[in-house]
Nanobody
Framework: QVQLVESGGGLVQPGGSLRLSCAAS????????MGWYRQAPEKQRELVAT???????NYADSVKGRFTISRDNGKNTVWLQMNSLKPEDTAVYSC??????????????WGQGTQVTVSS
């Protein structure tokens, strides 16, 4: 069994910052790409940022220069530092990880999601 647990969401004023974290646990052999996605009300889920096991990052144009994704391979953890937050960043943020388990299966796993609300 593999589990992803997210934390760090909340309510913040425009221009503020939040840091999300996502820790993977369970029967993990290795983790490939990890990423953050978000879904706003009545909108489709969209990619926010991804990071490979080697540290290569990719960002949605809407968050470039404001958000930073990072990871610690030894801790099976990925973070999303969000600065200069805007009301349009309001969404449920979910962590995703491409995991090769000790049972020999490779699959994408999702966290439960954490709410981020940007409002004055």
């Amino acid at each position: 069994q593999v589990q992803l647990v997210e934390s760090g969401g909340g309510l913040v004023q425009p221009g503020g910052s939040l840091r999300l974290s996502c820790a993977a646990s369970g029967s993990i052999f290795s983790i490939y790409t990890m990423g953050w996605y978000r879904q706003a009300p009545e909108k489709q889920r969209e990619l926010v940022a991804t990071i490979t096991s080697g540290g290569t990052t990719n960002y949605a144009d809407s968050v470039k220069g404001r958000f930073t994704i990072s990871r610690d391979n030894g801790k099976n953890t990925v973070w999303l530092q969000m600065n200069s937050l805007k009301p349009e960043d309001t969404a449920v943020y979910s962590c995703n990880a491409d995991i090769f388990s000790q049972s020999g299966l490779r699959a994408g796993h999702w966290g439960q999601g954490t709410q981020v609300t940007v409002s004055s």
